[in-house]
């Protein structure tokens, strides 16, 4: 899922307001550091599936020809294609 650097920084905020508010959660270090953790973490995220995007349309590409000869859809390809992918490397979609 495509997420906006803006609407991961929302989200960190909200986490790090959550666990300030939670009891049972201590907080070891300044709330900003692990605001900005949280952040890095999302982005860091955000990176592998952009690389993951990008070597399946470099698949897609490279298969193009044949795909258009046997008639298969580029969606249903694409979505397989990065299911597999993901399984492979271990990537939680």
């Known amino acids: 899922m495509r997420v906006s650097d803006r609407k991961i920084e929302s989200l960190a905020g909200k ?6 508010k939670n009891p049972d959660i201590e907080l070891l270090a300044d709330v900003g550091a692990i605001g900005a953790a949280i952040v890095d973490e999302f982005m860091q995220e955000k990176e592998i599936e952009r690389q993951l995007d990008d070597d399946v349309d470099r698949i897609l590409q490279q298969n193009e020809a044949r795909m258009r000869i046997e008639g298969v859809d580029t969606w249903v390809m694409r979505k397989k294609i990065r299911q597999q992918l993901a399984r492979e490397r271990g990537i939680i979609l």
Do not use: S
Not at 15 to 20: C, L, N, T
């Open 15 to 20: 986490i790090v307001q959550w666990m300030e």
